[in-house]
């Protein structure tokens, strides 16, 4: 819905005539797209080493008794540079060519990786000896700026590279693409078991290196609302708002996702270091290895998902992963086995597979392109939310357990959906 003030939509580029291949692998037949595909193999691989070399990082050096709340106040450092940059980076996404603002990102990120790789080859930074645990802990924040302008802006170019009838195709193949990424987790593991900290951290660079030349070929390179540079970004970032107001299919799709993240990763991904650590009593290889669990059940989603093609009653499908997630949370909360915690954490990564897919389908159909930027950067609010959430689940999981607050997370998603689903008709019946 947009706001009555906004200028008309721009004529459609030649990538978007209806007259492309419409069977599975059409998407393909655009090069943008398979470009696309490309940044997100590269993104997803770079994403699960930084995140596990930084959360195995402050495991390993922490204080003996220090390690959960640690884990929580990194994900918190983390959140809040993401929450204080992300809807900025998304109204930089619309306000700016896309391709110009992603290609600023990843070159700073790619600055960011060097310095902190460089810093954790030294040994007392690597041991985290004085005070150098807290300066980690700062430095590793800023994945959380860099993400906060990557993720909106390479999302909102899905719009961009594939006609409308193809739109619903290329959002799951590209959310398919970050599943594989996760094949990285392992190789992260074992790196940092056999080079250390600052060589894994220092290959994580390669992601942004193949992102800046893949950047040089895509071909759409006009702001997806030109007019938005005579206002402030203050008015920019407005508009955007103002479609959540006036749409109540796009506010409970975003919500929901913000809930939903908020409660089930802030365990699932914040703190399950020192679950992979004190439950199952594993190494840095290890967690590598179950995170390519939760990687297969998001394939497995995405190929049905790729399968199935357009799917009727989007509304209740999306309500449906809640309710999955939830359980799956629960599930792995209670598991006290290696097998049947891969087993749950890959249910948890199928059922959160679908809710990200379905969440960016249904507000990318509602949501017109000149506002896309800035409405994904409020859906992908939930990433920040879920960090600083983890923080409070870390200090009550030191207060009650970490055994207890698992399945009270799963508890907490199921009562939501529940209520969700039946408070909320537009989202329910969208079909």
């Known amino acids: 819905m947009a706001s009555p003030e906004a200028p008309p939509e721009p004529a459609a580029t030649p990538v978007a005539e209806a007259t492309a291949p419409s069977g599975r692998l059409a998407t393909f037949e655009h090069r943008d797209f398979r470009l696309l595909i490309v940044m997100q193999l590269a993104s997803s691989m770079r994403q699960p080493t930084l995140f596990i070399t930084q959360a195995w990082y402050v495991t390993t050096v922490a204080p003996d008794g220090q390690e959960v709340w640690l884990l929580g106040l990194l994900g918190a450092l983390r959140g809040i540079a993401f929450l204080a940059y992300v809807l900025f980076g998304g109204t930089f996404a619309d ?38 645990l807290w300066i980690m802990l700062l430095l590793f924040a800023s994945f959380g ?186 599930a792995f909360g209670l598991s006290r086995t290696v097998a049947l915690a891969f087993f749950f954490n890959g249910v948890v990564g199928m059922a959160y597979q679908l809710i990200l897919t379905w969440g960016v389908t249904i507000v990318q159909r509602e949501v017109p392109n000149r506002f896309l930027g800035r409405v994904m950067g409020l859906l992908l609010l939930a990433g920040g939310l879920m960090q600083i959430a983890g923080l409070g689940v870390g200090l009550l999981a030191r207060w009650l357990g970490l055994e207890l607050v698992y399945p009270l997370a799963g508890v907490g998603i199921l009562i939501y959906v529940a209520l969700l689903t039946w408070r909320q008709v537009p989202l329910r019946r969208l079909d």
């Open 95 to 132: 306000r700016f060519p896309r391709v110009t603002v992603l290609a600023a990102s990843h070159a700073v990120g790619l600055i960011s990786v060097l310095f902190v790789g460089g810093l954790l080859l030294i040994s007392p930074v690597a041991d985290g000896d004085g005070p150098w």
């Open 145 to 330: 700026l860099m993400t906060a302008q990557d993720q909106p802006t390479r999302t909102a170019m899905v719009r961009d590279s594939v006609p409308e009838h193809l739109l619903s195709r290329a959002i799951t193949q590209h959310q398919m693409a970050m599943s594989f990424g996760v094949l990285a987790a392992p190789l992260a593991g074992l790196s940092i078991e056999g080079l250390g900290f600052g060589v894994t951290y220092l290959l994580a660079g390669l992601g942004h290196l193949v992102v800046l030349v893949t950047l040089r070929g895509i071909s759409t390179r006009t702001a997806s609302d030109p007019g938005a540079v005579r206002e402030s970004v203050m008015t920019n970032l407005r508009a955007g708002i103002t479609v959540l107001r006036e749409n109540p299919v796009v506010r409970w799709t975003v919500f929901t996702n913000w809930a939903v993240t908020a409660l089930g990763m802030s365990v699932m991904g914040i703190l399950v270091a020192a679950w992979i650590d004190q439950i199952l009593e594993l190494d840095a290889a290890g967690w590598g290895f179950m995170v390519v669990t939760w990687g297969t059940g998001g394939v497995i989603a995405s190929l049905w998902l790729s399968w199935r093609g357009d799917i009727r009653h989007m509304g209740l499908w999306f309500l449906g992963a809640g309710f999955l997630m939830g359980l799956g949370v629960v």
